[in-house]
Nanobody, 123 residues
């Protein structure tokens, strides 16, 4: 059973930071990419970042480039998303997902999803 569990979300003021964690069980990292996605209120789910868990290649959407950092610890089956300089526009439910054969890849290629963690950026 493949399972992904996100944690680390919460309420933060603009300019603040959060670190999201994704724990993956039932599948050994190092073969498939892991992506972070988000769904803001009234918007479609969008890709935020992804990492090739084999060689560590990363991708960031323009909206978060320079502010977010994705990383992984394959030995611990963990993927992280460090979010700095958070803006109200970053408010969304954040999901991690396993799948795809490249980074980035289409959202449809990610087969396994966590339940999401809420990130709210507000003063």
């Amino acid at each position: 059973q493949v399972q992904l569990v996100e944690s680390g979300g919460g309420l933060v003021q603009p300019g603040g930071s959060l670190r999201l964690s994704c724990e993956i069980s039932g599948f050994r990292l190092g073969y498939l990419p892991v992506g972070w996605f988000r769904r803001a209120p009234g918007k479609e789910r969008e890709g935020v970042s992804c990492i090739k868990t084999g060689d560590g290649t990363t991708y960031y959407t323009d909206a978060v480039k320079g502010r977010f950092t994705i990383s992984r610890d394959n030995a611990k089956n963990m993927v992280y998303l460090q979010m700095n300089s958070l803006e109200p526009e970053d408010t969304a439910v954040y999901y991690c997902a396993l799948g795809g054969n490249k980074c980035p890849d289409n959202i449809e290629r990610f087969n396994y999803w966590g339940q999401g963690t809420q990130v709210t950026v507000s003063s």
